[in-house]
């Protein structure tokens, strides 16, 4: 069964309890140990795979060198019988049948260590995909009951601290009333700021005599001056 | 990195994209973090350390406050939500409808500030994008 389903499983059937959980600790204990046990498998496969790598390449070097020794024997069976001398002809081909036993027997092993290698770089990669399965289903479990202890502890923790957990509309209507406050005061702060802006580029206008001029006494006796005359 | 280094951390920016933070550990069996915005006190954030992640969840509202009759229609909506919210997923723990967050174990403290000021952004707009829903 998957990891998923079987958490389902055990949620659906009672789990729901807070503090429950899900898998216990046994079940993880053994899951770990699956882990450690394919990761030493995946070294050992890997330990291997260098060795027999390593008596691949010899094999393959032994088959090249009796190729070139053979390649060399037939020329100087060539020779041999350039020089007309049959007999010692003869005795190079024993000898190159000799080297061509030897050469298939050798092909033999090689191809033997090359079999070898394609199946344990295959166990490496199996193996390394299924530590990964391993290792995501482990994630879950803990993941699982890592959630479940947490949301235990802040239950428990508004429980204890008596602090009554808010609906969420009314959670919902004070974030929104504290943020229309928060608008407003800023609006209001805003509003001031222009206002006292405009006062002070009036003071100044007025200091420098530039603008509407204020009214005093003696601006009222002149006005009253000129109509008169 | 563990809640108590997250905590002392996240404690160190005095502001982070125009928010304050505050972190206050919760005592348990697991170590988690609550972690508040200000302005937003009442939807507190809960962040927990796994081997693999950092998990940001925040709680919704329980089931008993769904309208009757309206639960496979919100949450039918909820699914419809979760790909077009950033960072954040519906969920549900026990009677609780949650969203959540998961983080990468080895994410920066500015990451995981952002995750969470999202977290908390996310929260206020889905209940009130699922208010029509909700007693």
Redesign the interface.
């Known amino acids: 069964m998957s990891i998923l389903k079987k958490i389902m499983t055990a949620v659906r059937g009672g789990a ?1 309890e ?2 429950e959980l899900v898998v216990d600790a046994n079940g993880t204990r053994i899951f770990e140990q699956e882990i450690k046990d394919a990761q030493t498998h995946l070294q050992k496969a890997k330990h291997d795979l260098t060795d027999v790598m390593a008596k691949q390449m010899q094999a393959s070097r032994q088959v090249k060198t009796l190729q070139s020794d053979i390649t060399e024997h037939e020329g100087y069976v060539a020779q041999a019988l350039d020089k007309g001398d049959e007999n010692l002809a003869l005795e190079i081909a024993e000898k190159i049948s000799q080297l061509e036993v030897d050469l298939a027997e050798q092909q033999q092993v090689h191809d033997t260590f090359a079999n070898h290698v394609v199946r344990l770089k295959d166990l490496v990669k199996k193996t390394e995909r299924q530590i990964k399965d391993y290792e995501r289903q482990l ?1 879950m479990v ?2 699982t009951e ?2 479940q ?6 239950t ?2 508004f429980s204890s601290s008596n602090s009554k ?8 209507d ?2 929104k009333k ?2 229309q406050d ?1 608008f407003d005061r800023l609006a209001a702060a805003e509003e001031l700021e222009s206002e006292n802006s405009d006062k002070s580029l009036s003071d100044k206008m007025k200091a420098a005599g530039i603008g509407e001029e204020t009214t005093n006494a003696s601006s009222v006796l002149d006005r009253i001056k000129a109509k008169r005359s | 990195m563990n809640t108590r280094d997250l905590a002392l951390r996240i404690s160190d920016f005095s502001s982070f994209e125009g928010y304050q933070f505050d972190c206050q550990p ?5 170590e ?1 973090l ?1 972690i508040t915005l200000t ?2 006190e ?2 507190p954030a ?1 962040v ?1 350390v ?4 950092i ?1 940001c ?1 925040t ?3 329980t089931q008993d ?1 769904v309208r009757n009759g309206s639960k496979a229609e919100m949450m039918e909506e909820m699914l419809e939500l979760n790909i077009p919210m950033p960072l954040s997923s519906f969920a549900k ?4 409808y949650v969203i959540f967050g998961a983080l990468a174990i080895n994410s920066s403290i500015e990451d995981i500030c952002h995750e969470i000021i999202t977290l908390t952004e996310n929260a ?1 707009e889905s ?2 994008a699922l ?1 029509e829903f ?2």
């Open positions: 729901r807070m503090g994630s803990k993941t890592s959630v202890k947490a949301s235990a502890a802040i428990d923790n957990i808010l609906s969420a509309k009314d959670s919902l004070r974030i504290r943020q928060n | 919760i005592p348990g069996d697991t988690v609550q302005d937003y009442e939807l809960f927990s796994t081997d693999t992640q998990l969840i709680y919704l509202f406050e723990l026990a009677d609780r206020v209940i009130d208010e909700l007693i």
